[in-house]
């Protein structure tokens, strides 16, 4: 998937210029100029176009997220779909196939090791509360929302190294809900069932 953003006509100004009188705009290919006449300096905007390539991908069964692995060992059965939508899009839904029709559904993503995460979980019928931890079995049952962290190994200097930020969220799908919980194999795996 490649997207391209072409620079476009201006159709908006901020609301402090709107109550100022006179002002002209003029848009070229790689240029914004809006002159504020009454003694205003005008103000120049670089523009250029600007491409988007798809940032998380399931490659050599690993889930990749902008060059980090966050999971290793996806099975065959996990799908990626890439978000679409109209403008920059960097996101992909994450799914899983079944030979059979369940009310309840587990399926494991991958592992998660050495990778710092937050999560929310359940822990009451009507409470959730936060819990941290790095591996697959800390994930808790009923978690609604996992943040991972992850760093580039790769560079020496680990202050100076990009850090990536990559959210989990459940959703509901047609009557079935989902959660993600961890098992003893650091595995992270998501939870769907319908309640029938």
Same mark, same amino acid.
């Given at each position: 998937?490649? *997207? ?11 609301? =402090?210029?709107?109550?100022r009188a006179?002002? =002209?705009?003029q848009?070229s *290919?790689?240029?914004? *100029?809006?002159? /504020? ?6 103000? +120049?905007?670089r523009?250029s #176009? ?8 399931i490659?050599d069964?690993?889930?990749? +997220?902008h060059?980090k692995t966050? /999971?290793t060992?996806?099975?065959?059965n996990? @799908?990626l $779909? ?5 403008? /920059?899009v ?6 899983a196939?079944?030979?059979d029709?369940?009310?309840l559904?587990?399926f494991?993503?991958? +592992?998660l090791?050495?990778? &710092?995460?937050?999560c ?11 819990r941290?931890g790095?591996?697959?079995k800390?994930?808790p ?6 943040? +991972?962290?992850?760093?580039?190994? $790769?560079?020496?200097?680990q202050d100076d190294a990009p #850090?990536?930020?990559t @959210?989990?969220?459940p ?5 079935? &809900?989902?959660?993600l919980?961890?098992n ?7 939870? /769907?069932? =319908?309640g029938e």
């Amino acid at each position: 998937m490649l *997207r391209t953003a072409p620079v476009q006509q201006l159709r908006w100004l901020p609301p =402090s210029w709107k109550s100022r009188a006179h002002h =002209s705009v003029q848009v070229s *290919r790689s240029r914004l *100029r809006i002159s /504020l006449i009454r003694n205003y300096k005008p103000l +120049v905007f670089r523009c250029s #176009t600007m491409t988007v390539t798809p940032k998380i991908s399931i490659n050599d069964g690993n889930l990749v +997220v902008h060059g980090k692995t966050v /999971l290793t060992g996806v099975p065959d059965n996990i @799908v990626l $779909t890439p978000g679409s939508g109209v403008g /920059l899009v960097a996101g992909a839904f994450i799914g899983a196939t079944a030979s059979d029709s369940k009310s309840l559904h587990v399926f494991p993503m991958g +592992v998660l090791e050495d990778l &710092r995460f937050m999560c929310c979980f359940r822990f009451k019928l009507w409470w959730m509360t936060q819990r941290m931890g790095t591996c697959g079995k800390d994930v808790p049952l009923e978690t609604q929302f996992m943040l +991972v962290e992850s760093k580039d190994n $790769t560079e020496g200097d680990q202050d100076d190294a990009p #850090t990536i930020y990559t @959210v989990f969220l459940p959703l509901l799908e047609g009557q079935f &809900r989902s959660v993600l919980q961890g098992n003893d194999k650091n595995e992270i795996e998501i939870c /769907l069932e =319908s309640g029938e």
